[in-house]
């Protein structure tokens, strides 16, 4: 098996051996830019390992924090958002979730307790961040209602572009703190 964690465009920090390993998943609507946040997080080291199966493919990445180097194993669907019951195989084992929407797609923000409530149903409690993508285009979906969603139901909220890679690590590293956290 390919692993893009080997690659020499690493960062030298994150050489050292992991300490916490866990599973993310993105989730969220088809077309909120999922994969191109993945992609731009991952950067130069495009290197999936796609598990044919239920299509979908995976990334790892190891992030340093503090005295602890986590390394998330994080999962990309392969396009089936709108098949239920594979879906349960994706959830299992996850131990954080990136919810996306697209804030120039009202309808994307509408469908967030949907798949909020998905989430708990094949994760259990788990933390969630929620990403309103595409910054880049005009506000459809006001920055102050996706905070405020995520606030009232306990999740991080973060607004990124995956076009100009405004706060795309921001994104995944309060997602690996939270999960920290949360492994103790
Ligand atoms: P998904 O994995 O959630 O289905 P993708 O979404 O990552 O495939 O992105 C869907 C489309 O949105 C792509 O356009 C992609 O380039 C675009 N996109 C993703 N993120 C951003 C962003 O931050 N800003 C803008 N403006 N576009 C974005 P195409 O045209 O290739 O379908
Ligand atoms: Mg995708």
Known sequence: MNNPTESTTQPIETRRPYTHI?????????????????????????????????????????????????????????????????????????????????????????RAAYWLKEVQRGCGDVPVVLVANKADLKALVKPKEGEEFAGERGMGFVETSAKTDMNTDLAFSILASRIIENMG
């Open 22 to 110: 866990a599973k993310a998943v993105v989730i969220g609507d088809a077309a909120v830019g999922k994969t191109s946040l993945l992609v731009r997080y991952v950067k130069g080291i495009f290197n999936p390992t796609y598990i044919l199966t239920i299509g979908v493919a995976f990334h790892v990445k190891d992030i340093l924090l503090g005295e602890h180097v986590l390394r998330l194993q994080l999962w990309d669907t392969g396009g089936q958002e709108r098949f239920g019951p594979i879906r349960q195989l994706y959830y299992r084992g996850t131990k954080g979730v990136l919810l996306v929407y697209d804030r120039a797609n009202r309808e994307s923000f509408d």
